[in-house]
């Protein structure tokens, strides 16, 4: 896990929409279509396109729409239809609608916009994606032929099937690793031309946009021998969103956890879990290894909450208000190892947000560092019912004793 701790929010996801957006803006091939929050501006978007037929897709921030089911019991995130009026008629089934996929879990995400667009004749489906090697921290070219499927399982099972292309970050994409990976997916003539511009401008918008990722699933290779990025995925460079306002602009918060929005606004790292008892830790590290140990012991962490190197009280008192509000947590542990931060700052802030929220639920406190015996001695006088850990095992152990306990 990469967790940003630079800029407010840990990871950015686009609408697919979005994504063609990106496209169209570095002349990256792909479908005409247009995106619509009614059924009337459904209706409006087919209205403006060839003839023909149409695809409407749900817009979330989850795989799988195809094959999901809405919660209305209406069938699909993904339609074809004939006519601006059918897909008028889709709209109105589809928006407002809770869609449930195996990414969303059982709670589903419901569909507030949907694409509309000019559905193409697939001759065939392909991979491409560029990424950042994490072991040689160079962009790298990911090709396949086997498009519209899950490229881990084609990893696994044929990977034989999957090319690799490391690019010199200094030399950027050269014409003859364009033609290299339009040969190897089998894209000769006109379609390798076609082939060398999409990547070479995909590559530019990797860079120029700070992406983490571009992945193109499927690329295909249409009848009337076309080549375009039909969906894509995108990932951003957190630490670089500062130098990217266009990028920050289509943040869609209705889209992710309320938790993390809120935790956002504060400067926080938070990423939501699905266990009972919450961390607040100072430290992307020490935080991955809390929630360890709390399973380790025998519990279930409910979060990942950095909050820095040098928060102030006020942003603890932000990230204990956040952690209460979540009704699945049953106990807290606060794991502090004070380098640059002052333990006696965390524990004001512990102090004056249990108060303000009134906390009735078990708390474990672990203090180390700069400053711990004012920190300990402000939590011994302010009167509140926690207990403290000599070090990390002890704390959690007494943490998911005392949650089994009150359960």
Do not use: W
Not at 54 to 72: D, P
Not at 91 to 107: I, R
């Amino acid at each position: 896990m990469c967790i940003s701790r630079t800029y407010p929010f840990s990871y950015m996801n686009i609408h697919e929409f979005q994504a063609r957006e990106l496209f169209a803006e570095f002349g990256v091939a792909t479908q005409p279509g247009g995106v619509a929050n009614t059924p009337t501006e459904a209706e409006t978007v087919a209205t403006g396109l060839n003839q023909g037929k149409l695809v409407i897709k749900a817009q979330i921030h989850a795989g799988g729409r195809g094959k999901g089911t809405f919660k209305n019991g209406f069938k699909g995130g993904v339609h074809l239809c004939d006519t601006p009026s059918e897909a008028k008629d889709l709209a109105s089934k589809m928006l407002g609608q809770v869609l449930v996929t195996h990414q969303t879990g059982p709670e589903g995400k419901e569909v507030g916009k949907i694409f509309v667009g000019e559905a193409v004749d697939i001759a065939r489906e392909l991979y491409f994606a560029i990424l950042i090697d994490r072991a040689t921290s160079v962009p790298v070219l990911i090709a396949s032929t086997e498009g519209g499927v899950d490229i881990e399982t084609v990893a696994d099972k044929t990977p034989e099937k999957i090319l690799r292309l490391s690019i010199n970050p200094f030399l950027g994409i050269m014409p003859y690793q364009t033609r290299l990976i339009a040969s190897s997916l089998g894209l000769t003539g006109p379609l390798m031309n076609q082939a060398s511009k999409l990547f070479t401008n995909l590559y530019r918008l990797f860079i120029e946009r700070d992406c983490s990722m571009v992945e193109v699933n499927p690329l295909v290779v249409t009848t009337d021998g076309r080549l375009m990025a039909l969906d894509a995925k995108f990932n951003f460079d957190d630490n670089a969103l500062y130098r990217q306002p266009s990028i920050i602009a289509m943040r869609d918060i209705t889209e992710e956890d309320p938790r993390e929005v809120e935790a956002s606004k504060h400067g926080l790292n938070y990423i939501g879990l699905d266990g009972n008892i919450a961390c607040l830790v100072n430290g992307a590290g020490l935080a991955m290894a809390t929630m360890d140990i709390i399973q380790h012991a025998g519990g279930s962490p409910a979060n990942f909450l950095d909050v820095g190197g040098g928060a102030t009280r006020e942003q603890v008192a932000s990230a204990f208000r956040i952690i209460l509000a979540d009704s699945r947590v049953k106990g807290i542990l606060v794991n502090i190892f004070g380098g640059i931060m002052d333990c006696d700052v965390i524990a004001n802030g512990i102090v004056e947000a249990a108060k303000e929220t009134g906390l009735s639920i078990p708390l474990v406190v672990r203090l180390e560092g700069n400053n711990v015996e004012a920190g300990k001695k402000t939590l011994a006088e302010s009167g509140l019912k926690l207990e403290s850990g000599e070090n990390i095992l002890v704390a959690a152990n007494k943490i998911v004793a005392a949650v089994k306990a009150a359960a």
